[in-house]
C-alpha cells in the first residue's frame, strides 16, 4: 500500500507584510499542492496524507471548494487530514460545515478518533486542533483497537505549546507508521516509523533548507519512506565569514559567483560574521540587493582585541570598561555594549 | 626627566647660549629684560614644539614673540636631557619655512621620530596643555587659567596609572548619544511602519464586521419575509360553496324522496284500482247495476290515474336521480380538479421559491462563514503584526546596549573621578601642609575644579585667604596635579616669579620643600633673595645668571 506524507503546506500564506516572503513566493504553496496531487495520482497511491496546516489560516470556502476539487480528482486515492495549530477548528471555521468529497476523511473531533479506509484494511488514528495552542502531550498514549488492520497515526505538533512528545513515546508503539507535521523541517524521527514531514515548501526565510514530501509503501507492516524535495522555493543559508582585509567589492563578487552557481530556485540568506574594519562596516543594504539574495543579516563585529587593550590600559577607564562589561551577566545587550563602548572610545 | 644641557642658537633675545643645569634644583637670576622668560619659553617650545599661528591669534603668539627680527632662519636650538638614565638630543628649527626636529638617543645612536611621537612618547604623554598649567608656572600667572579646570576634569577622567590621556571620554558619550539616538529613530521608523499596517488590518476588519453584520440581517430579513405568505400561494378552496352544494343536493336528495313517495302511493292506488275493479268484474254484473258500473268505473279511473301517477313520479324521479349524480359527479370532478391544480401550483411555486430561497440563504451563509473566517484571519494577523518583529527587537537592543555603555562609562569616569580627585587631593594637602609647616593641611576642589581650603571647620575661597596662602595653594594644586600627569619621572619644573609675594619665612618654607624634590626644578627670578635663603639653609642649586 502506497501513501504520500505531507504537512505544513500552508495554503495562503500571506506574504508576512512585505517583510519575510516575497509576493511571489504566496503562490509557491499552491503549486506545490497541486504538484503533490499530481504525484499522487501518477504514483497511484492509496493513501494521502495531510498531517496538519494544510492551510496557513482558517480556509475560505472557495479555499475549500478549491482543495476539495483536487481532492476528488484522485481516482485511487483516500484522503486523511486533520486540522493543525495555524488552521485549527475555531467554533466559525469554514472546516465545521464543509461537506468533503467521497473520498475524504476529515479527522474532525477533538479526541482522538480513527478512520477505517475501505478496501484497504487500514486505519488512521487522529485528531484535529480546536485551539491554537495546546501543551498536553496527548499522542503520549494512544489506544489502538483490536484488529488485524495497518495502523497509522496522523499528528500535528511536537514543541512545548502544540502536544510535546519525545522519540520514546513511539519507538515501541505498535503504528506502523506515525505522520507528523508542524516542525517544518523535514526528518525522519525513527527511521522508517515517525516522520516529521516539514512544510512542504519554505513558510518563511528561516525555513532553510530542503522541503518536499515523503512516499512509502508499507508491506505487511512493514513500512518504508523516502523523502523526496520540491524545488519551487528552497532557502539557503550562506554564512560568510568576513575579516577586516575583506573588501566591499571581493566580498559582493565571492557572493555573485557562488549565488551565479546556484540553481533559480534558490533563495539566499546570508549571515556576515566575523571581524570587519570598524571604520569600514561592510555594506549589507548593497549585498541586499543582489538577486536572489533575500536575506542579510550583519553580525560582524568590529576587530578589537580586548585582552590586548585590557593590558595596554589597565587602569584607565577604557580597561576598566571592558573589565567591569565583561563580568556582568553575559547577554546580547551587554555584549553589544562591551563594542559600542569601546569603539565610542577608540574613535578619533 | 632632567634637563642636562641647553643650548640656544637663535631664539627671541637670546643667542648662543649653553647653560649645563643641575638635575635637581636650579635658580635662573636675571634682572628683568634679560631673557629669562624667553628662557622658559625655549624650553616649553623645545619640549612641545612652536606653531605659527595665523589671523587674530598672531599677537600673542610666541612664535612671534620670539622669532629673531634679524636672522630668523636661524631660529632654532637643541637640548640634552635624560629619560630614565637615557640621554637623548633633541634639535629644532623654529623656522616656520623650515621647521624641523631632530631626536636622538645619544647612548645608541638612534634616530627618534618627533612627528611619530617619540618625544611625546618620552615625555610620559603630557600634553602642552597640561605642562603649562601644571609644571610651567609663570610669572603673573600663579591662578591656573580657566581652561585649566576642563583639563584638570578631562584628566581625572582619563587619569590613572600610565595614562597616555588619549581617551576624549566627553566624546565617547556623545557618540553613544547620537548612535542611541539614531537606533531609536530607525526603531521608531519601524514602529510606525507596523503601526500603519495594524492601521490598514483595523480598517479592513471593521469594513469586514460591517459586511458580516449586514449579512446576518439580511438573513433575518429574509426569515420574516417567508412565512409571511405570498397572495399568490392562498390557495381557494373552492369555486362553488361546499356547503350550498350540499344543501343543494339535500334539497334534491329529499325532492327526489317524495318523487318516489309519490310515485309508491300512485303504485298502490292503480294495484287498489285494478285489484277491486277485477272484484268488482267477477261478484257484481256490471251491467245490471248501474252502481257496481260506477264502481267499476271509479275502480278503472282509481288504476288508470295510479299508473299515470308512477309513470310521471318515476320519471320525474328519474331525472332527479339523473340529476343529482350528474351534480355530484361533477362537483367531484371539479374538486378534484381544483385541487390537483392548487396542489400542483402550490407545490410548483413553493418548491421554487423555496429553491431560490435556499439559494440565496445558502449562499448568504457561505458569504457570512467566508466573512467570519476572514475576520478570524485577519485578527489572528493584526495579533502577529503587533508583536515587534526582528528588526524592532533588534533595534530594541541595540538601543539599550547604547545606553548600557553610556550609563556604565558614566558611572566609571565618576569612579575614577573621584578616586583620582581624591588622590589629587591627599597630594595637594601635604604639599601645602608642607609649605604651611601644617597650618593648612586640607585642600580640596569643589566640582568645578575651584580650590577649597580647610581650616579649622570652615571651607576658605581662595579669595577668602591671603594673598600668600592663596598662591601657595595654587602652587600646590600644580605640583600636585603635575605629579599626577606624569607619575613615572617628573617633568622638569619652571617657577617665574611665583613667589614674588610670599614673604620671607613663607618663601623659606617654600623653598626648604623644593630642595626636598627629587624633580628637576628651575626657579626664575629677579631677586636674590631666592639665593639667599638657599644658601642660608644650605640647600644645594644650581645658579644660571642671566644678563643683558
Not at chain 2, 149 to 159: G, H, K, M, S, W
Not at chain 2, 419 to 438: F, K, P, Y
Request: hydrophobic share 35%; with cysteine; proline share 3%.
Amino acid at each position: 500500500m502506497k501513501f504520500i506524507h505531507i504537512a505544513d503546506i500552508h495554503l495562503g500564506a500571506e506574504p508576512g507584510r512585505g517583510r519575510t516572503i516575497g509576493e511571489e513566493n504566496r503562490s509557491y504553496s499552491w503549486q506545490a499542492f497541486k504538484e503533490v496531487i499530481n504525484r499522487a495520482r501518477q504514483e497511484q497511491v492509496q493513501i494521502l496524507l495531510i498531517a496538519g496546516d494544510l492551510f496557513h489560516r482558517q480556509p475560505l470556502v472557495r479555499e475549500l471548494k478549491e482543495v476539495n476539487a483536487q481532492f476528488s480528482m484522485l481516482p485511487q486515492t483516500q484522503v486523511v487530514l486533520i486540522a493543525g495549530n495555524r488552521d485549527y477548528l475555531a467554533p466559525e471555521s469554514c472546516y465545521q460545515t464543509f461537506s468533503w468529497a467521497e473520498n475524504v476523511h476529515f479527522l474532525k473531533q477533538e479526541r482522538m478518533e480513527y478512520v477505517e479506509l475501505e478496501g484497504l484494511d487500514t486505519r488512521v488514528y487522529g485528531f484535529s486542533y480546536w485551539r491554537r495552542e495546546i501543551s498536553e502531550p496527548l499522542y503520549q498514549e494512544v489506544n489502538i483497537k483490536e484488529g488485524d488492520y495497518c495502523n497509522i497515526l496522523l499528528g500535528h505538533g511536537g514543541d512545548e505549546k502544540h502536544i510535546p512528545f519525545q522519540t520514546n513515546d513511539f519507538v515501541k508503539s505498535a503504528f506502523d507508521y506515525v505522520a507528523f507535521g508542524h516542525i517544518h523541517k523535514p526528518v525522519e524521527i525513527v527511521k522508517n516509523k515517525v516522520v516529521m514531514a516539514g512544510a512542504l515548501q519554505p513558510v518563511d526565510c528561516s525555513d532553510t533548507g530542503e522541503h518536499g514530501y515523503f512516499q512509502g509503501e508499507i508491506k505487511d507492516h512493514v513500512c518504508e519512506v523516502k523523502f523526496i524535495p520540491l524545488h519551487f522555493c528552497e532557502y539557503v543559508s550562506l554564512n560568510l565569514k568576513v575579516s577586516p582585509e575583506i573588501t566591499q567589492s571581493a566580498l559582493r563578487e565571492y557572493v555573485t559567483t557562488r549565488i551565479c552557481m546556484a540553481p533559480k530556485y534558490q533563495k539566499f540568506r546570508l549571515t556576515l560574521k566575523g571581524f570587519c574594519d570598524e571604520e569600514h562596516p561592510v555594506d549589507a543594504e548593497q549585498l541586499r540587493n543582489i538577486e536572489q539574495v533575500e536575506q542579510v543579516i550583519d553580525k560582524c563585529r568590529a576587530d578589537y582585541d580586548f585582552e590586548k587593550l585590557k593590558l595596554q590600559y589597565g587602569q584607565q577607564i577604557l580597561g576598566r570598561y571592558i573589565r567591569t562589561l565583561e563580568e556582568m551577566p553575559q547577554n546580547e545587550v551587554t555584549k553589544k555594549a562591551l563594542y559600542y563602548g569601546v569603539e565610542a572610545l577608540m574613535a578619533e | 626627566m632632567k634637563i642636562t644641557e641647553i643650548q640656544i642658537k637663535n631664539f627671541g633675545k637670546l643667542h648662543n647660549i649653553n647653560v649645563r643645569p643641575l638635575p635637581g634644583l636650579n635658580v635662573i637670576y636675571g634682572e628683568n629684560e634679560t631673557g629669562k622668560s624667553t628662557m622658559q619659553q625655549f624650553i616649553t617650545g623645545m619640549l612641545f614644539g612652536m606653531d605659527k599661528q595665523g589671523g587674530s591669534l598672531a599677537k600673542n603668539d610666541r612664535y612671534q614673540q620670539y622669532e629673531p627680527w634679524d636672522s630668523s632662519s636661524s631660529f632654532s636650538g637643541g637640548m640634552k636631557f635624560t629619560v630614565g638614565g637615557k640621554p637623548f638630543f633633541l634639535e629644532r628649527n623654529f623656522y616656520h619655512k623650515q621647521k624641523s626636529a631632530s631626536l636622538v638617543n645619544e647612548m645608541d645612536g638612534e634616530k627618534l621620530s618627533v612627528e611619530q611621537g617619540d618625544l611625546e612618547m618620552l615625555l610620559g604623554g603630557m600634553k602642552k596643555t597640561a605642562y603649562e598649567n601644571t609644571y610651567c608656572i609663570r610669572q603673573a600667572e600663579v591662578e591656573t587659567k580657566e581652561e585649566f579646570a576642563e583639563v584638570l576634569q578631562n584628566y581625572f577622567i582619563n587619569a590613572s596609572a600610565g595614562s597616555d590621556g588619549d581617551i576624549d571620554l566627553t566624546g565617547a558619550s556623545r557618540r553613544l548619544q547620537e548612535k542611541k539616538k539614531a537606533a531609536q529613530q530607525r526603531y521608531r521608523q519601524e514602529e510606525e511602519m507596523r503601526n500603519e499596517t495594524v492601521e490598514k488590518l483595523r480598517l479592513e476588519e471593521s469594513i469586514l464586521e460591517k459586511d458580516i453584520e449586514q449579512l446576518q440581517s439580511q438573513q433575518k430579513e429574509d426569515f420574516v419575509d417567508f412565512p409571511g405568505q405570498d397572495p399568490n400561494m392562498i390557495i381557494p378552496e373552492r369555486d362553488t360553496n361546499q356547503m350550498a352544494e350540499y344543501l343543494r343536493d339535500l334539497r334534491l336528495k329529499k325532492k327526489q324522496q317524495g318523487y318516489l313517495w309519490r310515485c309508491a302511493v300512485s303504485v298502490l292506488t292503480a294495484s287498489v284500482g285494478f285489484i277491486f275493479g277485477i272484484l268488482n268484474a267477477q261478484h257484481h254484473s256490471l251491467q245490471e247495476n248501474p252502481g257496481w258500473m260506477a264502481l267499476e268505473l271509479f275502480l278503472l279511473f282509481l288504476f288508470l290515474g295510479g299508473l299515470g301517477g308512477v309513470c310521471h313520479w318515476f320519471q320525474k324521479e328519474r331525472r332527479l336521480r339523473k340529476l343529482r349524480r350528474q351534480q355530484q359527479e361533477e362537483a367531484k370532478e371539479l374538486t378534484i380538479t381544483a385541487s390537483r391544480d392548487m396542489e400542483w401550483k402550490r407545490v410548483h411555486v413553493e418548491s421554487e421559491k423555496q429553491a431560490k430561497h435556499q439559494a440565496v440563504e445558502a449562499l448568504l451563509q457561505e458569504q457570512l462563514a467566508e466573512k467570519r473566517a476572514m475576520l478570524i484571519n485577519l485578527r489572528e494577523e493584526m495579533e502577529e503584526v503587533q508583536e515587534a518583529t526582528e528588526q524592532e527587537r533588534e533595534l530594541e537592543q541595540q538601543i539599550q546596549a547604547y545606553d548600557l555603555a553610556y550609563q556604565t562609562l558614566q558611572t566609571l569616569s565618576q569612579d575614577i573621578y573621584h578616586d583620582t580627585r581624591n588622590q589629587l587631593e591627599q597630594v595637594m594637602s601635604q604639599i601645602l601642609a608642607e609649605m604651611t609647616h601644617g597650618k593648612y593641611d586640607t585642600i580640596g576642589l569643589d566640582d568645578q575644579m575651584n580650590l577649597m581650603v580647610q581650616k579649622e571647620d570652615r571651607s576658605l575661597r581662595p579669595w577668602q585667604v591671603s594673598q600668600g596662602v592663596m598662591e601657595q595653594m595654587y602652587v600646590a594644586l600644580r605640583f600636585g596635579a603635575g605629579g599626577m600627569f606624569t607619575q613615572e619621572e617628573s617633568m622638569p619644573i619652571i617657577l617665574d616669579e611665583v613667589f614674588a609675594a610670599f614673604d620671607e619665612k613663607r618663601l623659606e618654607a617654600v623653598l626648604q620643600w623644593l630642595g626636598r624634590q627629587k624633580g628637576q626644578i628651575f626657579l626664575f627670578t629677579c631677586q636674590r633673595r631666592e639665593m639667599e635663603i638657599l644658601e642660608r639653609n644650605h640647600i644645594p642649586y644650581g645658579k644660571i645668571m642671566l644678563s643683558r
